[in-house]
C-alpha cells in the first residue's frame, strides 16, 4: 500500500491565485492548530508573493507572520516557495543576500524550501539549493512544467537529475498553469521515479480543470505527495479541493488517511472568513479554459483582471490573453512563472493598451533579454531582441556572478530604519517599498489597503475640516466607534498628508495617501489644479503624460541617480522616470527633445493613466 500525502496550500498559493494574497495574518491564526491536526505532509504559508503583499498593501511584516505561524504549528512542517535567485522578488539578488534570506527564514520556522527557477536554468537554483541546505532546511527542488517546441520529456529529465546531483531532497513538478494532462504526468512521474530515485512531489492548478485526474494518474506512477487547498479557497486559478482528492482516494492503496469531517470544519472556518471579507469562490471561465491555448497560470489571471481594472482596460482581457503566446514566442518560450509570468504578461499588456508592440518596455524586460534572469529557453527573435536592446550582447554567464555583493549596502543604507537582520533582509529585497514600510511603523499609523470594518470617528476630534492632529488623535480616529455626519476629514502630520474619507475606494476611516488633483489640459496651455496657480508655458513644449496608473518615482532604486531634474536636457528616447505598476519598474521614456521645465508630480506618488507629469521646452 502507497498512501499519497497532501500539502496544503490554502495559506499561500491558494488565496494568491484566488484573492491576490490578501488574506492576513490574523485570519490565519485561529485555524492554524487545527490545521496542525490534520495529517498533512506540510503547509505551505510563505514566499511567493506573500512577502510582497504583506510589506506593500497589508502593512504586516512578512517575517512577524512567519513567527506567528510557527509558535502555533507544532507537528506540521512549514514549507515555503521560493524563486531561485530571486528569492520572494522579481530580479536576481547578490548570492550574499541569498544566503542571508534562506538562513533567516529557516531560522524564523521554515523547514521545507520549495526552490524553482522560471527559466529551469540549474545555474540559478545552485546557490539558494546550497544555503538551504547549510540550514539545514529539507530542499525540494522544482522543475517548472510547461508547453512549447523546446519542452520536451528529455528536457525535464535532464533538469530534474541536475538538482538531484546538486543535493536536492525531492524534486517538485511544478505544473503552475493546470497544463499537465493526466497521461503526460502518469509518463512523466514514472521516468522520473525510474531514473532519480527520490520523493516526487507534484504541484498543478485546477485552472483548466484537468488537476484531479492529473492527480490520479500521477498517484498511479508512484507520486509521492499532491498539492491541493481547503474547499472555499480551491476550483478556479487555485488547486484542486482536499475534500475531493481525499474522497478519490478514500479506500485504495493510496488512501490518504486524513479525515473528511475533519477537512469541512476548516472548510467552513475559511467559508466564514471568505464570506466576511468579501472573497470570490474560485470559478473557471472561458478565459481560464483558454489556459491550453494562452498557457496564463492561476496568479496571473488574477493578476491581469486586477491590473486591467487599475489601468479601467478590463475590456481589452481578450486582446491581452491573445497577445500573451505571441510575446512568450518571440521572447525565447519562457515558462510562465514569476518573475517571466510578469515579464511576458506585462509586456503584453502594455502593447496592448500602448497601441504600439514594444513601444514601452519595462526594465525587467530589457533585462530579461540581456540574459540577468538566465538563458531562455529557446532563442530570442533577433529583431524584437534589436528593437528592445539594440545591439547589445546579451549576458552568457550566471547572472548573479556580475552582481555586487548586496548585504552590507543593504545594511548601511538602513542603518536608521531596520531593528533587525530581517529588517535589513526586507530593505535589500524591496527597498523603497520596506522603507516606507518601516517609517509607517516608526510612527504608529499603518496606512492599510483596506479592513472589512468600518471604523466610526468622534466628533469631538472633528471641530475642523482641516486638523493638525498628534499621533494619539490619528489612533482615536480609527479606533473610535461613534458615528459621525462628517464625510471626509483631511489632516497633516510632520509633512505626512493623511486623507479620511467615508467615500473613498478602501473602507471608511482608512489613513490613506491622498492623490493630488490631476492637472487638466487645455488648448495652448497647461491648467493646474483649481487651488493652485496657473502653470507658466515658455515657448513650445511637449507634456510627457503616465501611460498607466501605477507609482512614480525619479529612479529605479533608491540609491540610484534621479533620471530627471530641472533644466535637464534630454533626448528622445531617454528615460525620465518610473511608473511602477504590474509588479515591474516601467522606464518612462521622453517623447521629445528639450530642457525639463517643470515636474509635476512627487517621488513615490501615485499617478493615473494620462497624468502630467513633465513639461519639456523643445
Known amino acids: ?107 524564523n520556522g521554515i523547514d521545507i524550501i520549495r526552490i524553482f527557477d522560471a527559466l529551469n536554468d540549474v545555474r540559478n537554483m545552485v546557490v539558494p539549493i546550497q544555503a538551504a541546505k547549510q540550514a539545514g532546511a529539507h530542499v525540494q527542488a522544482s522543475v517548472v512544467y510547461t508547453i512549447s517546441p523546446v519542452h520536451t520529456l528529455k528536457h525535464y529529465l535532464e ?19 493546470g497544463l499537465l494532462t493526466p497521461f503526460k504526468a502518469f509518463e512523466m512521474v514514472k521516468l522520473l521515479k525510474k531514473e532519480l530515485g527520490i520523493m516526487i512531489h507534484l504541484h498543478s492548478h485546477y485552472i483548466g480543470g484537468m488537476a484531479v485526474g492529473t492527480y490520479l494518474k500521477a498517484a498511479e506512477a508512484g507520486v509521492d505527495v499532491i498539492d491541493s487547498a481547503s474547499v472555499p479557497l480551491a476550483f478556479g ?27 469541512f470544519q476548516i472548510a467552513e472556518y475559511f467559508e466564514t472568513h471568505r464570506k466576511k471579507r ?39 482581457i481578450y486582446d491581452v490573453l491573445e497577445e500573451v503566446p505571441k510575446v512568450r514566442a518571440e521572447l525565447g518560450y519562457p515558462p510562465l512563472v514569476t518573475p517571466t509570468s510578469q515579464i ?13 508592440r514594444y513601444k514601452l518596455v519595462p526594465a525587467e524586460v530589457k533585462a530579461y533579454v540581456r540574459g540577468l534572469y538566465g538563458r531562455s529557453p529557446a532563442p530570442i527573435d533577433p529583431e524584437i531582441q534589436k528593437k528592445i536592446i539594440g545591439d547589445e550582447e546579451p549576458l552568457t554567464v550566471r547572472p548573479a556572478d556580475v552582481l555586487e555583493p548586496g548585504l552590507a549596502k543593504a545594511e548601511r543604507e538602513s542603518a536608521g530604519f531596520a531593528c533587525s537582520p530581517e529588517d535589513v533582509i526586507s530593505y535589500a529585497l524591496f527597498p523603497q517599498i520596506a522603507k516606507k514600510f518601516f517609517e509607517e511603523r ?14 466610526k470617528i468622534q466628533p469631538q476630534l472633528l471641530t475642523k ?67 493652485a496657480p496657473e502653470s507658466v508655458v515658455l515657448g513650445v513644449t511637449e507634456t510627457i503624460t503616465s501611460p ?58 501615485p499617478v493615473e493613466y494620462g497624468q502630467p507629469l513633465f513639461v519639456i521646452e523643445k
Not at 37 to 53: N, P
Not at 442 to 455: A, F, H, Q
Not at 550 to 564: E, K, L, M, R
Not at 582 to 600: F, P, S, T
Request: charged share 25%; hydrophobic share 40%.
Open 1 to 107: 500500500m502507497k498512501p499519497v500525502k497532501i500539502t496544503d496550500t490554502t495559506l499561500r498559493d491558494a488565496h494568491q491565485s484566488l484573492w491576490a494574497t490578501r488574506m492576513r495574518t490574523e485570519d490565519m491564526l485561529p485555524i492554524l492548530a487545527d490545521l496542525d491536526e490534520v495529517g498533512f505532509f506540510s503547509l505551505e504559508v510563505w514566499g511567493g508573493a506573500t512577502f510582497d503583499v504583506c510589506l506593500r498593501f497589508l502593512g504586516e511584516d512578512p517575517w512577524e507572520r512567519l513567527r506567528q505561524i510557527k509558535r502555533r504549528v507544532k507537528k506540521t512542517p512549514l514549507q515555503m516557495l521560493l524563486r531561485g535567485q530571486s528569492l520572494v522578488g522579481y530580479t536576481h539578488y547578490s548570492d550574499d543576500v541569498v544566503r542571508e534570506f534562506v538562513a533567516l527564514s529557516v531560522k
Open 159 to 177: 533538469t530534474a537529475t541536475a538538482l538531484a546531483e546538486l543535493g536536492a531532497d525531492s524534486i517538485c513538478i511544478k505544473d503552475m498553469a
Open 237 to 263: 486559478a487555485s488547486q484542486p479541493p482536499v475534500e475531493t482528492v481525499v474522497r478519490a482516494f478514500e479506500g485504495t492503496e493510496y488512501d490518504t488517511g486524513l479525515n473528511l469531517h475533519q477537512l
Open 278 to 316: 468579501g472573497f470570490d469562490r474560485g470559478i473557471t471561465r472561458i478565459s481560464d479554459m483558454k489556459v491550453f491555448e494562452h498557457q496564463v497560470p492561476g496568479g496571473m489571471i488574477t493578476n491581469f483582471i486586477t491590473q486591467l481594472e487599475e489601468q479601467k482596460a478590463m475590456d481589452r
Open 344 to 356: 511576458v504578461g506585462t509586456q503584453a499588456v502594455l502593447n496592448v493598451l500602448s497601441g504600439a
Open 442 to 455: 516608526k510612527m504608529g499609523v499603518s496606512l492599510k489597503e483596506e479592513l472589512p470594518e468600518t471604523p
Open 465 to 531: 475640516e482641516d486638523s493638525k492632529l498628534n499621533l494619539d488623535d490619528i489612533k482615536e480616529l480609527i479606533k473610535s466607534v461613534n458615528e459621525t455626519e462628517i464625510s471626509e476629514l483631511n489632516f497633516e502630520k510632520e509633512g505626512l498628508k493623511v486623507s479620511i474619507s467615508k467615500g473613498s475606494s478602501g473602507a471608511a476611516g482608512i489613513p490613506v495617501m491622498a492623490p493630488p488633483p490631476v492637472p487638466q489640459k487645455a488648448i495652448g496651455m497647461e491648467v493646474g489644479p483649481a487651488n
Open 548 to 605: 498607466m496608473v501605477g507609482t512614480f518615482y525619479q529612479a529605479p532604486s533608491s540609491d540610484a541617480a534621479p533620471y530627471v531634474k530641472l533644466g535637464l536636457q534630454v533626448k528622445v528616447g531617454q528615460p525620465v522616470c518610473i511608473i511602477e505598476a504590474m509588479k515591474l519598474m516601467n522606464e518612462i521614456e521622453a517623447d521629445a527633445a528639450g530642457k525639463i521645465v517643470k515636474i509635476m508630480v512627487k517621488d513615490g506618488q
